[in-house]
């Protein structure tokens, strides 16, 4: 299966924020306790670029990819410790232009139809759609999914256990993106216990639709 089609099979990816990278390690495994081989590692930190390593060097299982990618010097620091994607919350041409050169999939946060002809352009039809709650959720991707009919959303912001699967359900939507069950609370106090508990919940109501 190439990214895409994991992405799509999982139909989740969590949007997590390291402040250390000696959380890393339990993050991916409190991930994979929950049946979720997804992590998109925000360059919000400082810790994302060795976080990203350590996840990619101990868990080969894993789609360990990049988050919040606003730069090209992230992107670059990114592939570099070996992230298997790159999303970012906007469209950033040098970054999407690298991920390309690199042959590594991107997704760009794009919610006008003009970010989302930029990423057409560069021969895209995946992108992120942030913030999704903020820019009219599902009623925006049912319009642009007529528009753009070649073109698939990974809807992030304001997704939650209560409306993912209504997301999931529009054939536009190849997965959602969400921090819900990788609190940045939940990860300070080292509570991963509570990481696999709503990762399991999560990818048991998913694998009713997708599976
Ligand atoms: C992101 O950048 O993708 C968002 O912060 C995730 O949105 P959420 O925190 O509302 O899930």
């Known amino acids: 299966m190439n990214f895409f089609e994991i992405l799509e099979s999982r139909g989740l990816a ?19 306790a929950g049946g979720l081989p997804v992590a998109e590692i925000t360059f919000r930190t400082d810790a994302a670029e060795e976080s990203i ?32 994607f790159l999303v970012s919350p906007g469209y950033n041409q040098k ?6 050169e690199a042959g590594i999939p991107v997704l760009p946060g794009c919610c006008t139809p003009t970010e989302i002809l930029s990423a057409m352009e560069m021969g895209l039809n995946v992108v992120k759609f942030f913030p999704a709650n903020v820019f009219g959720g599902l009623n925006t991707i049912k319009t642009y999914a007529s528009v ?9 912001g304001g997704v939650g ?9 529009h ?20 509570n991963f216990g509570k990481i696999t508990e709503l990762t399991r919940q999560a990818v048991k109501a998913i694998a009713n639709i997708r599976k």
């Open 14 to 32: 969590p949007v997590v924020k390291l402040k250390s990278s000696s959380s890393a390690l339990p993050l991916a495994e409190a991930l994979l």
């Open 53 to 84: 390593r350590l996840i990619s060097r101990e868990y080969s299982e894993m789609l360990v990819g990049a988050g919040t990618v606003v730069n090209l010097e992230q992107a670059k620091r990114a592939i570099g410790a070996g992230a298997k």
């Open 95 to 100: 970054v999407v232009e690298y991920a390309i």
């Open 148 to 156: 753009f009919p070649s073109i698939r959303f990974m809807p992030t």
């Open 161 to 169: 256990i209560d409306n993912l699967l209504e997301y999931l359900a």
């Open 171 to 190: 054939p536009a939507v190849i997965a959602v993106g969400g921090s819900w069950m990788v609190k940045d609370s939940y990860i300070d106090e080292g």
